[in-house]
Each structure stands twice: as C-alpha cells, then as structure tokens.
C-alpha cells in the first residue's frame, strides 16, 4: 500500500510539474504575444504619422488657393458677365497658369447654378468648361458655408480627386460663384506602393479611396445600407465604380487604434495587425495593415526562457523537499540507532554484572572446601568447651565457668563475622556504586576469607600496606579482584615448598599501586598476553573457569583503574593501579 502510494505521489508530482511547464509556457506565450503585438503597433502608429503628417501639408498646400483667387477682379467680372467669351478666354488661360504654379490637378470656376464658366483644363477634351456640377457636395457647401472639401471620383475624367472649393463673393457679400480646385492624389498613392504593410485612406462612410493595394481600392469597411448607395449614387461620388466589400475578421484587440485581424484578400485569408489614424480634419482614416512575422520567434524564445525558469524553480523545490526528507529519514535512524545502543548497553551491562556475580560465585565454590574446615574447627573446639564446662559446673566452679563461656562467644563472634562476611561476598552487587574504601581493609577482608587456605597451605605472606590507601569504588567488587589475584597466586604455589606470598601497595602520584607477588613459577611467556582473556585458563576442568582475571580485569578499568602482569624471578607479578581518593577529614 506505501508503495502504491508513493509511486502515485510520483505520479502526480509529475503530472503537477508537466501541468505547470505547460501553463507558465502559455503564460510566457500570451504575454510575449501581447508585449510584441504593443509593440509593433506602436511602430504602426508611429509610421501612420508620418504618413498623416504628408497628407496634411499635402492638402494643405492648396488650401487657401482658391479663397485667394476668389478675391480675383477678372474672376468677378467673368462672374457679372459670364457671356463674355473674351473675358472666359482670359480667365481660362489666368487658371491654367496658376494650376501650373500650384501644382495641382483641375482649377475651375463655377456661377452660383453650378455652371462651369472657366477651367485650367479648357484645352482638353475633359475640359469642365460648361458642365455643371450643382449637385456635387463641395458645391453647395461653399454657396452654404463659404467652403467645402469633398472626395469623389471625377465625373467627366473618371479620376478620383480631392475637391477644396471657396465661395466667392460679389461687394455686397452675396455669393455668386464657386471656385474649385481638384487634387489627384495618385503620385501619393503612386509612392506609397513601395512601402511595406497595405496602406489604406477610407473616407466618412469608411470606404477606401486611397490605396498601395489598387484592388482594395473603393472597397467598403463597414455594410453601407441602401439609402447611403442611394446618395452616393445621385452625388456620384464614386462616379460608375462598383463598390464591394473587403471582409475581415477580428481575431484580436491590441489597444483602442489596433487589431489583429483575418483578412480575405484577393490571395487568400491572412492575419494582419491593423492600425487606425483618424484625420478628423478630412474626416477620413488612415489604416495600415502589416503581416505579424516576427511575433513567433518572441513567442517562441518567451516560452522556451518561461519553460526554463519553471523547470529550474520545479527541480529548486524537488531538491529542496528531498534533502529535507533525507534528513528526517537520517534523523529518525540516527533516534534509532541511539535507542539501539542505549538498550544494548543496557543488556551488556546486565550481562556483565551476571558475569562478575557468577564469577565470584565460582571463587566462592573454590573455596567452600577451606571454609566449612574453618566453620567446623571452632564448632569442634566448642563442643569440646561445652563438656568441660558442664565438669567444671558439676565442681561448683562458677569462676572457671564465667571465664570458659567469654571463650565460647569469642569462637561464636569468630564464626558470626565469617559467616555474614560471606553473606555480603554472596549479595549481588549493583554497578557502578561508588564509596570511599580503604584498600587495607579490603585487603583484610580478602585475606580473611583466604585465611583457612592460607594457612592449610602454610604460605608465608609478607604484607606491606599503609593505612591512608583510600581508593574510591565498590568493595565488595574490589575484594573480588583480590581474591581472584591472591586465589591464582596460590594456586601457582600448590607444588612449591617453601610458598611465599608478598603484597605491596605504595602511592604513585594520583594513584595506589598495589602488586601481588608469588613463588609459583610465574606464567609462560607465550599465555602473558591471553591471560586477561575471558575463559582462558591453564588449569584442570572443574577448577577454572578462565573468567577470574577477565572480570577482575573489567571492574579494574570500570573504576578508572588497570590492572597489568609480569614475571619476576620467583614467580608472577599482578600490578593494580587505582586512582587516589581524597583522604577523609578526620584522617
Ligand atoms: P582461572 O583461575 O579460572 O584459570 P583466571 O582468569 O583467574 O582463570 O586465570 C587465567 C590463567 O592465568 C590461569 O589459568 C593461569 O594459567 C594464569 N595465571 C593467573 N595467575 C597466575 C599466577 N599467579 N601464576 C601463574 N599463572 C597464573
């Protein structure tokens, strides 16, 4: 079940970081499209400038010259006669010269019925002269409101122009012309061609009238509706152009002024970035359009350097959270490993109290044989005291008797303190307990319970210790470890004649050093290194376990304390160092 579990979370891990890259890559996408789409549209604004800016000191330029023709003496006479053909001849060659220095396409005059009296254009065979052009916008929004501009594809010539008329007025202020002056735009529109990105000028019903793309030319933007055909029509303002459509799709919003949008050309359907300039003086609107080229290879970097910060923060987090689980993995085995030791410590440390306690036991069993002699002896001579007593009762001799039974609790005293000495040998010590002991009394103690052996053996001890050895540890152990030296060294002496024992103890700086010396021979060279070695033992099964120097050896160190051997010329050498307790104040 764990392990479905993680491969799960695995999974969805995954699942999250895929999920993440895909949307951060979409992010980064719509952003960079966004920020890039800003951009070229303000570099299509940009240029729309400078393109409005042209058309305006273009149209401009011929703006005022009608109004200060109008002021013209000749144009008022022909105007207050206008059958005079020598006048009409006059002024006809007057408004070709100025055309000429102007530079502009048609200059013309027209009576107040919309009459054509005089043109720059006399000599052709377009010549306004005599037409009439009442119906024409730019007509009557001079006789209405002194001028007009107007756009519209020629009547007679069939060129779209840009008319800018000015009324002209007789000395009484009425108005009893018009003067018109006619822009061809085509050498505009003819630079333009080069360019890059389709240029566009739709006038107020958002029709194209200028175009680079002379296809697109009198196209419609907007749905024209059937009375607007029907004006346009009767003002013959597109003159006999057939007006069609030029259909688009918005696919995008950049800003107020631009837009991404499909558009049906003539080779097929395709995505442009439009952007809108309104010429509010002509009332027209300037478009460019530009195919999104570059826009992909921005996208593309934006997705790759999103796909790459999010792959770097996924794996940051990865790491991260690993390294994090590692150490609470490592945390708790290290808890664990810690708990582990505690209660193996614990174990070994029952283990070896067991150890010394049976080990002790074994010296005990050892000398069993010695002590119940030693029991028996003072029981022998009590029984021998008690019959003598009841003699000396019988004779009435109460004095003897007295004196006969202090003997007899002297022996029991004896016995009592032997016997409860081996009760407390006996007892389970618990380790580490530390007192204050002085290695002469425990020395006695030891001796004490050896004493029956001592002496069956008839060795001949030489004892040298000062009464100050005060070590720190736990008796009962310590008298353990001199037992089992004085116990070995007797052992070593059994086949010996004359058995000599010497324990020496003297300070050695901070510690007590306390040695045990026999005659048995000492131990071959080959054994000194094992002797402290658990269940090492040269002596004859059922006598030794190997166990005695390997626990003494062990309490010895657990008080701070070593314990090393030698051979001198006699026999073995146990060397014990104890560190040096501090003497007690009333020493
Ligand atoms: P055990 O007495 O049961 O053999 P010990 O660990 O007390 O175990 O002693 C190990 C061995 O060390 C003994 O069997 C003996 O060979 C050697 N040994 C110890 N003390 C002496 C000594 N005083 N003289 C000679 N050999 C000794």
Redesign the pocket.
């Known amino acids: 079940m764990p392990a479905l579990s993680s491969r799960l979370r695995v999974a969805l891990i995954v699942l999250l970081i895929i999920v993440g890259l895909l949307l951060s890559m979409y992010g980064a996408g719509r952003i960079a499209e966004q920020r890039a789409w800003a951009e070229r549209s303000q570099e299509a604004a940009g240029q729309l400038d400078l393109y409005a800016q042209a058309i305006h000191t273009q149209v401009q330029r011929f703006r005022s010259v009608p109004a200060l023709l109008a002021l013209d003496s000749d144009i008022q006479a022909l105007l207050n006669n206008p059958s005079d053909p020598a006048l009409q001849e006059q002024l006809n060659h007057r408004l070709e010269e100025q055309n000429q220095a102007a530079g502009s396409s048609v200059l013309y005059l027209l009576d107040r019925h919309g009459e054509t009296l005089a043109a720059s254009n006399w000599r052709d065979w377009t010549s306004f002269v005599g037409n009439n052009y009442a119906f024409r916008p730019y007509f009557l929004d001079a006789l209405a409101n002194d001028s007009g501009r107007y756009f519209a594809v020629g009547v007679t010539t069939g060129i779209p122009g840009y008319f800018l008329s000015s009324s002209v007025k007789n000395s009484a202020g009425e108005v009893i012309g018009v003067l018109v002056v006619k822009l061809e735009l085509e050498e505009m529109q003819r630079e333009w061609v080069g360019q890059s990105g389709i240029l566009l000028i739709t006038d107020s019903l958002d029709i194209v009238i200028l175009t680079n793309r002379p296809a697109w030319r009198f196209r419609y933007l907007r749905p024209l509706s059937d009375a607007v055909r029907d004006r346009l029509v009767a003002v013959r303002r597109y003159a006999e152009q057939n007006l069609q459509p030029l259909v688009s799709q918005r696919l995008q919003r950049i800003t107020e002024n631009s837009e991404r949008r499909l558009v049906d050309g003539p080779d097929g359907s395709r995505d442009y970035l439009w952007q809108r300039l309104a010429l509010p003086e002509e009332d027209w609107t300037l478009h460019l359009l530009q195919e999104p080229q570059l826009v992909a290879a921005n996208v593309r970097s934006y997705r790759l350097a999103a796909a790459g910060v999010w792959m770097t923060l996924a794996f940051l987090l990865l790491y991260l959270a690993q390294r994090r689980k590692t150490r609470r993995v490592e945390q708790r085995s290290r808890n664990e490993l810690e708990r582990l030791v505690e209660e193996r410590t614990r174990e070994l440390n029952t283990a070896q109290d067991e150890l010394v306690h049976a080990a002790r036991m ?1 010296a005990l069993g050892q000398m069993s044989a010695a002590l119940a002699h030693e029991i028996n002896q003072p029981l022998t001579a009590l029984r021998m005291q008690l019959a003598s007593q009841r003699l000396l009762l019988d004779n009435g001799r109460i004095e003897a008797v007295r004196e006969g039974l202090g003997q007899v609790e002297g022996l029991l005293e004896r016995m009592a303190a032997l016997t409860s000495h081996l009760k407390t040998f006996a007892r389970k010590s618990p380790a580490g307990l530390r007192q204050r002991l002085n290695l002469a009394d425990v020395l006695e103690q030891a001796l004490q319970l050896l004493g029956p052996r001592i002496r069956s053996d008839g060795v001949d001890v030489a004892l040298q210790i000062p009464a100050n050895a005060w070590v720190s540890g736990d008796g009962i152990r310590l008298e353990q470890v001199l037992i ?2 004085l ?3 007797l ?3 059994q086949g010996r004649q004359a058995r000599q024992l010497r324990i020496d103890c003297h300070r050695d700086r901070q510690s007590w050093t306390l040695s ?1 010396a ?1 005659n ?5 060279s080959e ?1 000194l290194d ?5 269940f ?4 004859p099964v059922g ?10 050896y062990g309490i010895v160190r657990d008080l701070g304390g070593d314990l090393e ?1 030698c051979n001198d010329a006699l ?4 060397v014990l160092h104890l560190p040096a307790a501090e003497q007690p104040v009333d020493e």
């Open positions: 074994a089992n030296l116990t070995n060294a052992d070593a002496m045990v026999d048995g021979g000492g131990i071959a054994h094992q002797v402290f070695e658990p090492f033992t040269t002596k006598q030794g376990l190997g166990l005695g120097l390997a626990v003494s051997v026999g073995a050498v146990f």
